[in-house]
């Protein structure tokens, strides 16, 4: 299996900030990675698919890039309904995994 | 707008099997990928399987022992069977689409999700 080591696992941050969280996989990967952002009781929400795509109706501020084993996930600017739970997912090959998320609360 | 509701019991026993379903409605479920993931409180995400409209199946192997999908296409439906429950199958429990045309594969569209505990 590939393994998705999410970092940091929590991030403490003020509206305005940037914000990068990484996902390193286990081994060399495609481009198959996807970003969700999960609010609580909430399912997740789609925000990247293969690495850098902007899923429809997401706002330009999340920016998704990465090649190889490194991944990274970036919000230019932090706003208030930004404070979430976010996970990679690895869709390269089964079994499909995800990262273990990146919990961005408020500074 | 494809929308995804699952549907099944909150509690199950250990040793008993859990029974889920997902109606889709805002489209067919034919020719397209769907995917069980379930979610531990306060844990990250885990992939069961997928099922194909045509009724082929991939399982994680983690679960592929205890795990049984199957399609309804004249319901638009597909269904989740998992056996010999315990404890640490007390999750949130999610059906969701996962888009696979090359080159973009992930999970596009998702359920509310059900909480499913097990305990006697």
């Known amino acids: 299996d590939i393994q998705m080591t999410q970092s940091p696992s929590s991030v403490s941050a003020s509206v305005g900030d940037r914000v990068t969280i990484t996902c390193r996989a286990s081994?060399?990967?495609?481009?198959?990675v996807a970003w969700y952002q999960q609010r609580p009781g909430r399912a997740p929400k789609p925000l990247i698919y293969?690495?850098?795509s902007l899923q429809s109706g997401v706002p330009s501020r999340f920016s998704g890039s990465g090649s190889g084993t490194d991944f990274t996930l970036t919000i230019s600017s932090l706003h208030p309904e930004d404070f979430a739970t976010y996970f990679c997912l690895q869709a390269d090959s089964f079994p499909l995994t995800f990262g273990g998320g990146t919990k961005v609360e408020i500074k | 707008q494809v929308q995804l509701q699952e549907s099944g019991p909150g509690l199950v026993k250990p040793s008993e099997t859990l029974s889920l379903s997902c109606t889709v409605s805002g489209g067919s479920i034919s020719d397209s990928y769907w995917c069980w993931i379930r979610q531990p409180p306060g844990k990250s995400l885990e992939w069961i399987g997928y099922i194909f409209s045509s009724g082929s199946t991939n399982y994680n192997p983690s679960l592929e022992s205890r795990v049984t999908m199957s399609v309804d296409t004249s319901k638009n439906q597909f269904s989740l069977n998992l056996n010999s429950l315990t404890a640490a199958d007390t999750a949130v429990y999610y059906c969701a689409r996962y888009f696979r045309r090359s080159p973009f594969y992930y999970f596009d569209f998702w359920g509310h999700g059900v909480l499913v505990t097990v305990s006697s």
């Open positions: 293969a690495t850098s």
């Open positions: 081994q060399r990967i495609n481009k198959y």
